[in-house]
């Protein structure tokens, strides 16, 4: 079976839908967020609105930049969260209140069953992702990171078949 053939579409899409999943680091620098939030608009807007679905864990950074595009977009918002004591062990104080936003604006929720996060959880959550998307788009500066973060969420896009687009964080960047 082709990587196409096992991709679920996203629901209540259209027949013009597109599904981009997004990737991406947690800790941005104050500087790039907002040349990374106008970025992902940005790429965003080549999409038809009405059809457009993004899947994000909602996770502090680049996940909740792209939702928030998302949302700007038009589009339907996907959450994925990796384990059900997401929100109350890996939300900082300081988010809490922006990822409670985005979860609400969410149109479907989907909580993995793992009872804590752990990197099982963000590996499952990322393969989730990546079978329900067309296409990823990934914030990341092209290092190795932790198992089951952007960099093996982009591998494991790649070996699937999937586009990916990359958007480089940085000083001048994207």
Known sequence: MTPAARRLPAAGAGPQATAVAVTGHVRLAPEVRGPVGEALRRFLAAFPTDGLTGLSCLAEGADALFA???????????????????RERMVAPHYAAEF?????????????????????AYAAAG???LGRADLLVAVWDGRP????????????????GLPVTVLRPGPGRP
């Open 100 to 120: 409670d936003r985005l979860r609400a604006a969410a149109s479907e929720v989907r909580t993995l069953p793992y009872r804590r996060a752990s990197a099982h």
């Open 145 to 160: 990171g932790r198992p089951g973060g952007t960099a093996d969420t982009v591998a494991a896009a790649r070996a699937a």
């Open 68 to 86: 928030d595009a998302v949302l700007a977009a038009g589009g339907r918002l996907v959450a994925v969260l990796p384990s059900a004591d997401y």
């Open 127 to 129: 393969r989730l992702l």
